[in-house]
């Protein structure tokens, strides 16, 4: 039964990480777990690694855990599983069905994209709730508390302030350049941890097929690059250091209007106002209405615009001194009162 509960495999496919995940929250939702977990012969699961990185060392470990016996069907015969198959077969009609319903397959990020998974999986699931209760009883209480879901691998952050984690590299700050870091893998994120500190968290990407891909922000970049404007030219993540069209637009301006050095001092600049300003929108839209109106980027008429608005003047308050005669008073001691006289 916890099978028809998991969350769709993640964006990495049939992953080590989308397995764990999917399967210790749908034995939370479900509020126990079963005696045997079934799969076929998933590599996410049996596939021996490093040492360092042992994904069938990583589900036999999660299994002991919630108390599951791992069960896998043999070789060559896939219809062993044929029950779970068909659930999940079930599943991808109900949700083809739900996206012609909704009329568009666009969904503006991942989080809304989860969101509709998640509706129609607890629609589906919730015409099956009188048959999960006759199973309930028979299922083992969850433990304590939940376990490791991802993979962990130690990385070197280099000179050029990069890491590569599973064919995919990414920038980080120039402060981390040569710290080794102790990278937590998740479906969706890394967790990167200097020590006992998380220092950095970074949305993953995978990548498709054999090709090698990378994930650049040019906030990491951007103040190194002010110290050598000149770099930006032929530096190899060019294409990654416009973050809207608008930033391109300014460059391909400036680049045409100024000479070399003076476009790349203008438009790193730029880019390190957006860095460490926050405020990459409202510069963006500034950028388009100066190149609408023809006009070239200026530096400082950029932090001029985006400049965060000052505060109010603050009234003058004066305070007076207190009178330190009165601590006087309460240390001198007090005058002896004498008893009343008897009648």
């Known amino acids: 039964m916890p099978q028809r509960f998991l969350k769709p495999f993640g964006q990495g496919g049939e992953s080590f990480t989308a397995l764990t995940e999917g399967l210790q929250e749908a034995l939370w939702q479900l509020g126990g777990v079963p005696h045997t977990h079934r799969t076929d012969r998933?590599?996410?699961?049996?596939?021996?690694?490093?040492?360092?990185?042992?994904?069938?060392?990583?589900?036999?470990?999660?299994?002991?855990?919630?108390?599951?016996?791992?069960?896998?069907?043999?070789?060559?015969?896939?219809?062993?599983?044929?029950?779970?198959?068909?659930?999940?077969?079930?599943?991808?009609?109900?949700?083809?069905?739900?996206?012609?319903?909704?009329?568009?397959?666009?969904?503006?990020?991942?989080?809304?994209?989860?969101?509709?998974?998640?509706?129609?999986?607890?629609?589906?699931?919730?015409?099956?709730?009188?048959?999960?209760?006759?199973?309930?009883?028979?299922?083992?209480?969850?433990?304590?508390h939940r376990t490791t879901d991802f993979s962990t691998t130690t990385v070197t952050v280099t000179r050029s302030g990069t890491i590569s984690v599973r064919k995919v590299l990414y920038t980080v700050p120039s402060r981390l350049v040569g710290c080794r870091l102790k990278v937590h893998l998740y479906d969706d994120r890394l967790?990167?941890?200097?020590?006992?500190?998380?220092?950095?968290?970074?949305?993953?990407?995978?990548?498709?097929?054999?090709?090698?891909?990378?994930?650049?922000?040019?906030?990491?970049?951007?103040?190194?690059?002010?110290?050598?404007?000149?770099?930006?030219?032929?530096?190899?993540?060019?294409?990654?250091?416009?973050?809207?069209?608008?930033?391109?637009?300014?460059?391909?301006?400036?680049?045409?209007?100024?000479?070399?050095?003076?476009?790349?001092?203008?438009?790193?600049?730029?880019?390190?106002?957006?860095?460490?300003?926050?405020?990459e929108a409202a510069l963006a839209e500034h950028l388009d209405a100066v190149l609408d109106r023809g006009g070239l980027p200026d530096l400082e008429g950029a932090r001029t615009a985006v400049a965060p608005p000052q505060p109010a003047a603050v009234p003058l308050i004066t305070v007076a001194p207190p009178d330190l005669a009165g601590y006087d008073r309460l240390l001198r001691p007090a005058t002896a009162t004498p008893d009343p006289e008897p009648a």
């Open 42 to 144: 998933l590599s996410a699961a049996y596939r021996n690694l490093t040492a360092e990185d042992d994904e069938a060392a990583g589900y036999a470990a999660f299994c002991r855990h919630y108390g599951m016996t791992p069960t896998r069907n043999n070789a060559g015969v896939a219809h062993e599983n044929g029950s779970v198959e068909a659930a999940h077969g079930h599943l991808k009609a109900a949700l083809r069905d739900a996206l012609d319903l909704r009329g568009s397959r666009d969904f503006p990020d991942i989080p809304t994209y989860q969101a509709f998974l998640q509706d129609t999986v607890a629609r589906k699931n919730a015409r099956r709730r009188k048959a999960l209760e006759v199973e309930l009883p028979e299922l083992k209480p969850l433990p304590r």
């Open 191 to 279: 967790l990167c941890w200097l020590g006992t500190t998380q220092v950095l968290t970074l949305a993953r990407k995978h990548p498709k097929g054999k090709l090698r891909d990378r994930v650049v922000d040019y906030r990491h970049l951007a103040a190194s690059l002010v110290r050598k404007p000149q770099a930006f030219r032929r530096s190899v993540f060019r294409d990654e250091l416009f973050p809207r069209p608008a930033f391109r637009r300014a460059w391909e301006v400036l680049d045409e209007q100024l000479d070399d050095r003076q476009a790349c001092r203008v438009y790193v600049g730029l880019l390190h106002l957006a860095a460490t300003g926050a405020c």
